[in-house]
């Protein structure tokens, strides 16, 4: 059976952990946390809290400087973010995390405040918090390691709703000897909320099983997701191989017009990486059969939203610094005052 590569692989997810001395402070103490392997499929939008107006302005100021082309300052981007996330704004946060742990911005402690920023994701019940505090416990960032706490992270933030813990909790329980039914639950769940990765590793887990109508189906929604992997096995499916090449065999009739389009689509999502590219228009495009082929310009709706889209205002020297003011940071890096001296 294929699956892709994830982090690490770890096997029994309703593994309990006893409470800790050196518990966090937004620890799973007390809370109480599922042993059994059951699973109800929850949407994360549902335990999403309201955004500030405010913080929304100076988070999409900092997204647009983060994905417009050419150099890019990644330090004013996390100021930015910085300033959003203190005001509750759970994306300027993940975006934040994204830019520390990746290395583009700097701080006088990346993990530290890496890890803080899960905590505050935590608190306010935002499913991403426990995910992502489950990928520091696994690895040992920030944190001591502690894989049975990670488990516990990863499974909450699964039943609360992160696609990306339902896949990475669901691809991890597919092998045959774990518990591949609840697996494919926690996966159908994320492929609802438009997780193309999870639509990809459960077409690859349909083909495997030789149900290739369901594979197909699969892998056309992780294309609409903005899944390039999804693109490139129907580009290839739609090529008639023979059943001895079980990566790329669907049973699907030769159609070069089709196999030709998911390649132009693959070069899109590719071109776009970073950008999240979506393909809401998929159908319009390449329907799978036996709908027909309908005619295409060779344009995507989401590249005209973008093109169309209006610049978000750059938010004043003043609203930066009475924002900051107000939570104690530094207004040119975002940092707590005390961190920026140091």
């Known amino acids: 059976m294929r699956y892709p590569v994830l982090v690490s692989l770890f096997v029994v997810l309703a593994s309990g952990c006893s ?4 518990a966090l402070p937004w620890d799973l103490v007390s809370e109480n946390i599922r042993a059994d392997l059951a699973f109800t499929c929850t949407h994360e939008a549902d335990h999403l809290p309201s955004l ?35 005001y509750g704004h759970y994306k300027a946060n993940n975006n934040l995390q994204g830019l520390l742990t990746d290395g583009s911005a700097s ?17 306010a019940g935002v499913p991403g918090g426990y995910y992502d505090m489950g990928h520091y416990l696994e690895d040992g960032y920030g944190v001591g390691q502690d894989a049975d706490r990670a488990r516990r992270y990863f499974r909450k933030a699964a039943d609360l709703g992160s696609p990306e813990a339902q896949y990475y909790v669901g691809y991890l329980l ?22 193309g990765k999870a639509a990809s590793t459960q077409g690859m887990d349909r083909q495997d099983h030789n149900l290739f109508p369901e594979a197909v189906e699969a892998f056309q929604k992780g294309v ?87 610049p978000p205002q750059k938010p004043s020297d003043q609203l930066i610094e009475r924002l900051a003011k107000a939570k104690n940071l530094d207004p040119a890096t975002g940092l707590p005052l005390s961190a920026s001296k140091t």
Not at 177 to 188: E, F, G, N, T
Not at 257 to 283: A, C, H, M, Q, V
Not at 291 to 301: A, H, I, R, S, V
Request: proline content about 11%.
């Open 174 to 195: 597919l092998p045959s000897d774990k518990a591949p039914d609840i697996a494919r639950q926690m996966i159908l769940c994320a492929i609802d909320q438009g997780y």
């Open 107 to 123: 701080s006088p402690d990346t993990p530290g405040e890496a890890v803080d920023l899960a905590g505050q994701l935590i608190k």
């Open 19 to 22: 409470n800790r001395d050196d």
């Open 224 to 310: 609409e997701a903005g899944d390039s992997q999804s693109a490139s096995l129907l580009e290839d499916g739609f090529k008639a191989p023979p059943p001895t090449q079980i990566v790329n065999y669907m049973a699907l009739p030769a159609d070069p017009e089709r196999s030709r389009r998911y390649r132009l689509i693959w070069e899109f999502l590719t071109d776009n990486d970073g950008r999240n590219p979506k393909l809401p228009d998929i159908d319009r495009i390449v329907p799978l059969p036996p709908t027909k082929l309908p005619p295409w310009d060779g344009t995507f709706q989401w590249q005209k939203e973008q093109d169309a889209a209006v």
């Open 52 to 86: 500030d107006p405010v913080a929304d302005q100076i988070f999409k100021y900092g997204r647009h400087l983060e994905k417009k082309s050419g150099p890019k300052d990644f330090n004013n981007i996390a100021r930015y973010y910085r300033i959003a996330a203190a």
